[in-house]
């Protein structure tokens, strides 16, 4: 089977959403990865398998997948014709560092209300002008996400600052030097701690390699930077890698695509969205009281109306 891939990607004038990316791949692999974003993700063809959190997921065709931020991931097609995936980034200002827990215990949520919406959302995001649309139904999306997240909330452990360890210290020192990179030596100075034992609490934390997470952080940063304009030998240089050949290499294996085709504008602002909604127009109408009635009462009647 001949490999194919289509990538349209952009940063919408929207609050809330870091990036919109749109994917057809019939073989790409994600290597494991973390984002400083939410992903919200719906498949439209095919199906995704990922780990999160050392557990095996899918997305079916009816599911809305939510992956939080700083938790690593990876993701390959589950399906011999690959899939058709729809992704939102959105940052904390919609869902704070609390769902995090409750989201690594469910990522994938069989909402039909919550797809239709997000397939909305798409749609008014591919048509500039249309801002005050996608606003209000990203407000929606944000509202429901949280009603199926709550339910699974915990008091954090009394104690959880000061007993961060080595791994998360670790994490903060590689944020700080992103750019401009840190040895393995040196962290383990600042750290106070063997590089081995750096190296084996890092990956144990957060089930992921201390290199695989500068890696897909710089590629996060790349992504961001490629869609506001920056010129390519630019970014290489601003988000810590050597060359554009070096960034080419890491930013292929990690989006499926070179940075150049990464950043072109998409067609998806210029024509109809590539995926048209499966569901008719919804209202924007005020989220009834509980998910159950909601999810039950969708479909009119003398219940409020939400399709």
Do not use: C
């Amino acid at each position: 089977m001949v490999a194919r891939q289509s990538v349209s990607a952009w940063r919408p004038g929207v609050p809330g959403v870091v990036e919109v990316f749109h994917a057809h791949f019939t073989e790409h692999a994600y290597p494991m990865h973390v984002h400083d974003a939410w992903t919200l993700l719906i498949v439209d063809d095919g199906a995704v398998r990922y780990d999160l959190d050392r557990r095996e997921h899918g997305t079916p065709h009816d599911t809305v997948s939510l992956l939080p931020p700083q938790v690593p991931h990876n993701g390959s097609p589950a399906t011999a014709h690959g899939f058709r995936k729809r992704v939102l980034y959105l940052d904390l200002t919609q869902l704070d560092e609390s769902f995090i827990g409750p989201a690594v215990d469910g990522p994938d949520l069989a909402d039909p209300l919550l797809r239709a919406r997000v397939a909305q959302l798409h749609a008014a995001l591919a048509h500039p002008g249309e801002e005050l649309e996608a606003e209000s139904r990203l407000a929606l999306i944000a509202e429901r996400l949280r009603t199926h997240l709550r339910p699974r909330l915990t008091p954090a452990p009394v104690g959880t600052n000061a007993a961060r360890g080595v791994a998360h210290t670790l994490r903060e020192l590689l944020d700080a030097r992103l750019r401009d990179g840190i040895t393995l030596a040196e962290a383990a100075t600042l750290v106070h701690a063997h590089p081995t034992h750096l190296v084996r609490a890092f990956t144990t934390a957060f089930g992921i390699a201390p290199h695989q997470y500068v890696t897909s952080r710089r590629i996060a940063e790349a992504r961001r930077l490629l869609l506001t304009g920056h010129p390519l030998a630019e970014v290489a240089t601003a988000t810590g890698f050597y060359d554009q050949s070096h960034l080419t290499r890491h930013f292929r294996r990690h989006v499926g695509t070179t940075p150049g085709r990464f950043a072109q504008k998409p067609p998806a602002q210029l024509k109809p969205p590539l995926w048209p909604p499966l569901y008719p127009p919804e209202p924007l109408v005020p989220e009834p009281p509980t998910l159950q009635r909601d999810v039950e009462g969708g479909g009119g009647g003398g219940s409020v109306s939400v399709r």
